[in-house]
C-alpha cells in the first residue's frame, strides 16, 4: 500500500509517483486530482481521479477507470476496457479487446480498434465516431443522447446487420444503403424510428443510435 497524507491546514504541493509492478498485477488506484498514466504494463487496474487525465499506452490487461472531468486517451494496448469520463473527452486507437466507453458530455471517438466479441461507446451530449472496426462475428453500440452518432466504414465493404435508432420529430438517421426494414416505437411518451438492412451473413452487428442527433453510417 502506498499513501500520502497532509497534515494541519497548510498542506500542499505537487507529487508525483513512478511504480515499476510484475506482470499480471491488481491494481488499485485514488487520486483527488491527479492524472493516471500506464506505460508498458500488463495488470488489471480498477482507478479512480477526480479531475486529472488517464492515459493508456502500450499495455495489456483488464482496465477500469473513471475520471470526473479529466479526458482519457488509449493507444496500442489490448484486453478488457471500462473507461468512463464525466465531462471529458475519450480517444481509443489501434486497440484491440472489448470496450465500454462512456463519457456524460464529451465527444468519444474509436479509431484502428479491433473488436473481439463486444463494444459499446457512449455519451450523453457529445458525439460519437467509429472508424473501420475489425474483427469477426461481434457486436457494436454507439449511443449519443443529443449529439452524433457516426459509423465510418472508410470503403471497407459492408457486411453484416446494421440498426438505426432515431428520436421521430428531432433526431435523424442517414444511410447510403436502402433499408430492409423501418418501423416506429414508443418509449416514455416518446416516439422513435428504428430502420436496418442486412447484407452477407449478418455479422458484425452494428447498432447506431441517438436521441436528437444523426445517426449515421458514411461507406
Given at each position: 500500500?502506498?499513501?500520502?497524507?497532509?497534515?494541519?491546514?497548510?498542506?500542499?504541493?505537487?507529487?508525483?509517483?513512478?511504480?515499476?509492478?510484475?506482470?499480471?498485477?491488481?491494481?488499485?488506484?485514488?487520486?483527488?486530482?491527479?492524472?493516471?498514466?500506464?506505460?508498458g504494463?500488463?495488470l488489471?487496474?480498477?482507478?479512480?481521479?477526480?479531475?486529472?487525465?488517464?492515459?493508456?499506452?502500450?499495455?495489456?490487461?483488464?482496465?477500469?477507470?473513471?475520471?470526473?472531468?479529466?479526458?482519457?486517451?488509449?493507444?496500442?494496448?489490448?484486453?478488457?476496457?471500462?473507461?468512463?469520463?464525466?465531462?471529458?473527452?475519450?480517444?481509443?486507437?489501434?486497440?484491440?479487446?472489448?470496450?465500454?466507453?462512456?463519457?456524460?458530455?464529451?465527444?468519444?471517438?474509436?479509431?484502428?480498434?479491433?473488436?473481439?466479441?463486444?463494444?459499446?461507446?457512449?455519451?450523453?451530449?457529445g458525439?460519437?465516431?467509429?472508424?473501420?472496426?475489425?474483427?469477426?462475428d461481434?457486436?457494436?453500440?454507439?449511443?449519443?443522447?443529443?449529439?452524433?452518432?457516426?459509423?465510418?466504414?472508410?470503403?471497407?465493404?459492408?457486411?453484416?446487420?446494421?440498426?438505426?435508432?432515431?428520436?421521430?420529430?428531432?433526431?435523424?438517421?442517414?444511410?447510403?444503403?436502402?433499408?430492409?426494414?423501418?418501423?416506429?416505437?414508443?418509449?416514455?411518451?416518446?416516439?422513435?424510428?428504428?430502420?436496418?438492412?442486412?447484407?452477407?451473413?449478418?455479422?458484425?452487428?452494428?447498432?447506431?443510435?441517438?436521441?436528437?442527433?444523426?445517426?449515421?453510417?458514411?461507406?
Amino acid at each position: 500500500t502506498l499513501e500520502e497524507k497532509f497534515y494541519g491546514h497548510n498542506g500542499g504541493g505537487s507529487y508525483h509517483w513512478t511504480v515499476e509492478v510484475p506482470a499480471a498485477m491488481e491494481v488499485d488506484l485514488e487520486s483527488v486530482t491527479g492524472g493516471i498514466s500506464i506505460d508498458g504494463a500488463e495488470l488489471e487496474i480498477d482507478g479512480n481521479t477526480g479531475t486529472g487525465g488517464i492515459e493508456i499506452n502500450n499495455a495489456i490487461g483488464k482496465f477500469e477507470l473513471n475520471t470526473g472531468t479529466g479526458n482519457i486517451k488509449t493507444k496500442k494496448s489490448q484486453g478488457e476496457f471500462e473507461l468512463n469520463s464525466g465531462t471529458g473527452r475519450v480517444l481509443v486507437e489501434d486497440c484491440q479487446g472489448n470496450f465500454d466507453i462512456n463519457s456524460g458530455t464529451g465527444g468519444v471517438k474509436g479509431m484502428q480498434i479491433t473488436i473481439e466479441s463486444d463494444a459499446e461507446f457512449n455519451s450523453g451530449t457529445g458525439s460519437i465516431e467509429i472508424s473501420a472496426p475489425a474483427g469477426q462475428d461481434f457486436d457494436l453500440e454507439i449511443n449519443s443522447g443529443t449529439g452524433d452518432a457516426v459509423l465510418d466504414m472508410q470503403g471497407k465493404a459492408l457486411e453484416g446487420y446494421f440498426e438505426f435508432r432515431a428520436h421521430a420529430r428531432t433526431g435523424k438517421i442517414i444511410s447510403p444503403e436502402k433499408f430492409d426494414q423501418e418501423t416506429t416505437y414508443g418509449e416514455n411518451d416518446d416516439e422513435y424510428l428504428q430502420k436496418s438492412f442486412t447484407r452477407g451473413k449478418g455479422t458484425p452487428r452494428y447498432f447506431i443510435s441517438t436521441g436528437t442527433g444523426q445517426a449515421e453510417l458514411k461507406k
